[in-house]
DNA sequence: ACATTAGGGTAG
DNA sequence: CATCGCTACCCTAATGT
């Protein structure tokens, strides 16, 4: 994974792009070496920690190939001699290590994947790491020969065993009941002396065919054991054939006919297929196509006849179009065959159900081509339960590795690399997912080890951060035994003493205000400038310009010549903008007050890694730059004085600047930030000269506010904005119409708006002789317009290009398309702070997001039908603890959208989707850096209100004509709805309203909640398993601990992908208990008690003034609620926020059996109404 | 073909 | 102690329908 990172960069830098700061680092060297000359080389490293990383990364990496590894290897050595029962699997996981290093020094693989290949050699599944797994016999001997040897082995088992990890087609009850006959039948082998490997493969293979192989893999294990004597040389044909018998069983299912290619004797296959290794090999000496009948091509293209059939609805059509192409595969293969009878394609691809995604090298056709061609099968869908057995990929973006995570993803050289070297190589070696060591590390003791590695890591790195690793460490001794978890489970539901201790701990709490504190987001908003620049931009966005509008729109009825005179082809547009704008204020605001003209000035928090929001031209002309780390930019100003954020002043100060503004008689104006706003001027300019008005307004704002602004004017946005940047500091410049382009010959490509550091690199390639001189846009203009389309895509390149003319369209006028002015989307973000040990405290920060959005909405006077939920997510790479207190470091983004089904702020829906969607992407806990939330595809609530009269009803819904969730037909089209998915499992109950459904049919509350979560058994029946073990529907946890952890993880990992339960339920418990558990649990959520630390305080939680002791008063007022509601046609919103955060707090403090008796209490209520 | 989604980039 | 790395909008590429 680090050399992943180190690799990509190596390649491109700008393909970076993940980082949340990406550019920091070039922004610096193109700006900072402009504008200041002095030392910006060794400063990077202070500029952004990212850059530091990297850096280490690349030293380490590169400097000493084995360095990482060998770390990982004596760690997982150390861990080995923990307990028997994992000690041989992590012993020989280190010699996997091992071994792999020297087969990539041997195998003499290219570059690319040579790296690649031992990135993901600690990434392989786990499962296939598996080394426990291996037969006893293959641990005979100390001596190197024999444990290369059984690593070969390993290596082949593994195969076999992943091959056959075909989980994704058993539904959810055939996979329980894997699960639990690997756990029983691992217990037998204990004693047996039996490998795993075997054993879970037969069992799958029963799961899935009904098909027995008692001991076939076995004897062929132990045939390689027995034969094998060239370790490294292993006899891959061999494997390989195994293999295919082993795919075909799986593969049975769908074709049947291809028996006699399985029943070949192992030892019979092995020579012709070398001749096709050699045949194939010549092949591909040339591009691809030339592997494929010419007529492959147009065949391609060619039978739509059959999909001609009428389908139903458009799952089964797409079912059926695959079964069509699938068809097609068929006959396209037998059609080759017949036409080349001499070559045969060797089916190596047999039993694999292959699905290509995204962009790959061999592209997908060709792909589609060579597998159908050897026997493969080719996906042309991916269903949402894993049909195929591996999916080909070249590139993955974050979330699509997230989603793959539990499929066999390999990289397209698979394919063309198996197909020259005649047969199935080891998916293995492809590979391009890694999974993170570190999800093994969560459950058992020698974690703590690997945690004290990174720890001293990142000491090495940063040694500031020591205590925070060190409490990590202890953080995670608490979470080694996943036992603990059940004990402490019950603490929920009775809340005893340790609980009490840990409340005294929630009042010492802010020791550490991160996410977790309830009132996080209070303080960090509070305190956070980007968050006030970003709330006041919208304040003005929305106040300010609807009074500018109304102001604007009085005076043009009063003075109708204006109308006629904005007709006027050539406008006058100003920008006006603050001279540093914080710096400025703040040095007035000081005592006592500063000269900016003379003192360098800047505005941070303070600190070393404290971002300088803004600081005056006299510290800029040594070499501060806004934004730059408080730390690099003392170090280029030495004397550089800070000061606070007066936020409150900077307020005060623009809404001057607005008025003053607004008292002009202008055609239009629009705000750009708390300090900048854009004007057109252009009747006014009919009688007065713009370099006058720009001059007479900067006095009248210096006088008012003792602030100066710089003006700038052109004919439209982009020459004004240019303007105002010649004119900067403290001047007034204009841009004359004659001398548009000569102006610009000059400007700098990189001061065009929009144009950003990644832009700015891309086009830097274009001119590698400008060294390090800024690009201008005289030279853009030399480019023509394709180039810059193919550059940056469609209209990008047309922007650029009609910039480097002075040519700009943007329009500012509000009066006319105000529609185009209002907002779109409300979004909260939150990448600073953001640490997390436990699901659930993500959930219950989940809860207060949603709270605020809710509340932004609602300031916002809007509601949506769609959300999204990004997640940071610490880079691999990244150390634990950025250089930055609290930072986010260098981070992964995932993002998924989901559907509300409605237009809606109702809190406990957002809330619940929100969390419903963190589950599903089922990213690590503690590697979370950053969440952001948004919601899309606003309405205005006045039309939501107008358009849907039932938008406020209760969230349940009522029978007959009474209150009903109900979506308002007219306006299907706008909102967005899910699409149909499964109930989710959700700690509180909301309502999910299947939108194409009845009314009617929606579920109470209490019947939806008890419902299991999945529908799992409706699909398909149960097979049969020929091991008589009974068929339960849910999973032994005590066998299933019996379990290497290895496998544990591989399992479990499945279980989160079919989003089951991944850890035991209370134990004992009443069966009922067990449903409501379950449905609380999300499936990666471990133990529950920290949030109850740091939310519960068992006293103060009250509702509506009645203390939770009286818990029959607030039932009795919840029904009196409900009865209220009724008469009153539906609760109020802010009603049921409280009685949502109220069942928060009761299920944060009381545990989930409470809120259910809530639940019923209220249903029961309901069900009165409804007779 | 067109709509939707995920990701990326930018500005202040 | 540190530190408060937001947020709306646009665009592109890849997918889904
Ligand atoms: N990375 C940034 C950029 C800006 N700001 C804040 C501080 C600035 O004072 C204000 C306005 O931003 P400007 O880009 O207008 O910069 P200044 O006003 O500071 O300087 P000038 O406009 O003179 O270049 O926004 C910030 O906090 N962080």
């Not at 997912?433 to 890591?457: C, M, R, S």
């Not at 005590?1038 to 089951?1060: G, S, T």
Request: aromatic residues 6%; proline residues 5%; contains cysteine.
């Amino acid at each position: 994974m680090d050399l992943k990172l180190s690799q990509k960069q190596k390649h491109s830098e700008s393909q970076l792009t993940q980082s949340y700061w990406p550019m920091d680092r070039s922004q610096d060297q193109l700006e900072g070496d402009k504008e200041r000359q002095e030392g910006s080389d060794d400063d990077d490293n202070d500029y952004d920690d990212d850059d530091d990383e990297k850096k280490e990364e690349d030293e380490e990496e590169y400097g000493d190939d084995g360095v990482r590894v060998d770390v990982k290897s004596s760690q997982v050595d150390s861990m080995g001699t923990d307990d028997d029962g994992r000690v041989t699997s992590l012993g020989l996981g280190r010699r996997l290590i091992g071994r792999k290093r020297d087969n990539d020094v041997e195998m003499g693989v290219d570059d690319n994947d040579n790296e690649e290949d031992e990135v993901e050699e600690e990434s392989l599944p786990v499962l296939l790491r598996q080394p426990s797994s291996r037969p006893s016999e293959f641990l005979v001997g100390p001596n190197e020969q024999s444990e290369k040897e059984a690593l070969s082995q390993m290596h082949s088992q593994s195969q076999i065993l992943s091959q056959s990890q075909d989980w994704g087609s058993l539904n959810d009850r055939e996979f329980i009941s894997l699960v639990n006959q690997l756990s029983q039948e691992k217990s037998l082998l204990n004693k047996s002396n039996l490998s795993y490997v075997n054993n879970n493969n037969n069992n799958n293979n029963n799961n899935t065919t009904n098909v027995t192989l008692p001991r076939e893999n076995n004897t062929f294990l132990k045939s390689i054991n027995e034969e094998s004597d060239a370790p490294d040389d292993i006899d891959n044909s061999r494997i390989n054939r195994s293999l295919l018998h082993d795919l075909n069983v799986v593969g049975n299912e769908e074709d049947d006919d291809d028996d006699e290619v399985v029943d070949i004797p192992n030892s019979s296959l092995k020579q012709p297929q070398l001749q096709d290794q050699e045949a194939e090999e010549d092949k591909y000496e040339n591009p691809f196509s030339s592997l494929l009948p010419s007529s492959l091509d147009s065949e391609q293209g060619g039978g739509g006849a059959k999909e001609a059939f009428e389908f139903g609805d458009y799952a089964t059509y797409f079912q059926n179009k695959q079964a069509g192409q699938q068809e097609q595969d068929d006959i396209y293969v037998d059609f080759v065959k017949k036409a080349l009878q001499s070559k045969t394609h060797p089916p190596i691809f047999k039993g694999c159900i292959i699905y290509v995604n995204g962009k790959t090298n061999p592209d997908i056709s060709q792909l589609h081509k060579l597998i159908i061609l050897h026997g493969g099968k080719f996906l042309h869908y991916l269903g949402s339960k894993g049909a195929a057995t591996h999916i080909v990929a070249d590139n993955l973006t974050p979330r699509k590795k997230l989603e793959f995570r539990n499929y066999k993803v390999v990289k397209a050289s698979w394919i063309v690399e198996s197909i020259k070297a005649g047969k199935l190589l080891f998916w293995s070696d492809f590979t391009l997912i890694q999974v993170d060591y570190g999800q093994v590390k969560l459950n058992f003791k020698p974690a703590a080890v690997d945690e004290v590695v990174e720890k001293t890591d990142d000491a090495a790195m940063n040694p500031g951060s020591v205590d925070n690793a060190g409490g990590k460490l202890t953080g995670d001794e608490d979470n080694n035994d996943e036992f603990n978890e059940i004990s402490q489970l019950s603490h929920i539901i009775e809340p005893g003493d340790e609980l009490h201790a840990t409340d005294e701990d929630v009042k010492q709490f802010p020791a550490q205000m991160d996410a977790r504190h309830p009132d996080f987001l209070k303080t960090f908003f509070a305190k956070s400038r980007l968050h006030h620049l970003s709330s006041w931009k919208m304040d003005l966005r929305s106040d300010f310009l609807s009074k500018a509008v109304e102001v604007l729109k009085k005076r043009r009825m009063s003075n109708p010549s204006s109308n006629v005179l904005s007709q006027l082809g050539q406008r006058v547009i100003m920008h006006i903008d603050f001279d540093c704008f914080f710096a400025t204020v703040s040095a007035l605001k000081n005592t006592p007050p500063i000269d900016i003209n003379k003192v360098p000035v800047c505005v941070t928090n303070g600190g070393k890694s404290a971002d300088v929001a803004s600081c005056n031209y006299v510290a800029r002309s040594m070499g501060c730059k806004n934004g730059m780390w408080l730390g690099k930019a003392r170090a280029n100003c030495p004397n550089l004085v800070c000061l606070k954020y007066y936020f409150d002043d900077y307020e005060r100060i623009s809404k001057m600047f607005y008025d003053i503004l607004l008292s002009y008689e202008l055609d239009s104006i629009l705000p750009v930030s708390i300090d900048e706003a854009l004007i057109d001027c252009t009747t006014l300019c009919q009688t007065l000269d713009p370099l006058e008005l720009m001059k007479e307004i900067k006095k009248k704002v210096l006088e008012k506010t003792q602030c100066s602004v710089s003006c700038g004017c052109g004919s439209n946005v982009l020459l004004a904005k240019l303007a105002l940047r010649h004119a900067k500091p403290d001047g007034v410049y204009k841009v004359d119409q004659e001398n548009v382009l000569q102006f610009l010959n000059d400007v700098s490509f990189r001061s065009l708006p929009g144009i950003g550091p990644q832009i700015c690199n891309k086009l830097a390639i274009e001119f590698p002789n400008n060294g390090d001189t800024d690009i201008t846009v005289g030279q853009i203009r030399t480019l023509k317009l394709d180039a810059l389309i193919s550059l940056f895509g469609q209209k990008t390149g047309k922007t650029i290009f009609d910039y480097a003319r002075g040519k700009d369209d943007t329009s500012i006028d509000i009066l006319s398309n105000p529609e185009n002015f209002s907002r779109k989307s409300v979004s909260i973000d939150v990448n600073w702070g953001i640490r997390f040990d436990e699901p659930l405290e993500v959930e219950a920060f989940l809860g207060r997001m949603a709270k605020e959005l809710n509340q932004r909405l609602i300031r916002a006077r809007c509601v949506g039908s769609s959300i999204v939920l990004k997640l940071a997510i610490r880079h691999p790479s990244a150390p634990i603890e950025p250089e930055k207190y609290l930072g986010m470091g260098h981070c992964e983004f995932v993002s998924k959208s989901s559907k509300l089904g409605i237009n809606t702020r109702e809190l406990g829906l957002i809330s619940t989707e929100l969390k419903h969607t963190w589950r599903v992407l089922g990213v690590k806990t503690k590697d979370l850096r950053g969440v952001s939330v948004t919601m899309n595809k606003l309405v205005s609530e006045d039309q939501q209100v107008k358009e849907d009269v039932n938008q406020m009803k209760l969230p349940f819904k009522v029978n007959g004509k009474g209150i009903a969730v109900k979506i308002s037909p007219s306006k299907k089209n706008k909102v967005d709805q899910p699409k149909s998915k499964p109930i989710a499992i959700t700690d509180i109950p909301s309502r999910r309203v299947s939108p194409r459904k009845n009314v009617m049919q929606d579920a109470p509350i209490l019947r939806q909640l008890k419902v299991s979560p999945r529908k799992t058994n409706s699909k398909s029946p149960v097979k049969t398993t020929p091991v008589s073990l009974p068929t339960k529907d849910e999973i032994e946890w005590d066998v299933f601990y019996e379990l290497p952890i290895e496998i544990q993880e591989e399992l479990k990992r499945e279980m989160a992908r079919r989003n089951m339960l991944s850890s035991p339920k209370k134990k004992n418990g009443p069966r009922y208990r067990h449903d409501i558990q379950n449905l609380m649990q999300s499936p990666t959520k471990k133990k529950k008690r920290k949030v109850t630390q740091i939310t519960s305080q068992d006293n103060g939680l009250s509702f509506q003034g009645i203390s939770v002791r009286h818990f029959d008063k607030i039932l009795s007022k919840l029904e009196q609620w409900i009865d209220f509601s009724i008469v009153e046609d539906g609760p109020n919103e802010i009603d049921l926020n409280l009685f949502y955060d109220f069942l928060l707090r009761l299920n944060e403090i009381k545990g989930p059996l409470r809120v259910f008796g809530v639940i019923e209490k209220m249903e029961n209520r309901l069900h009165l109404w409804n007779c």
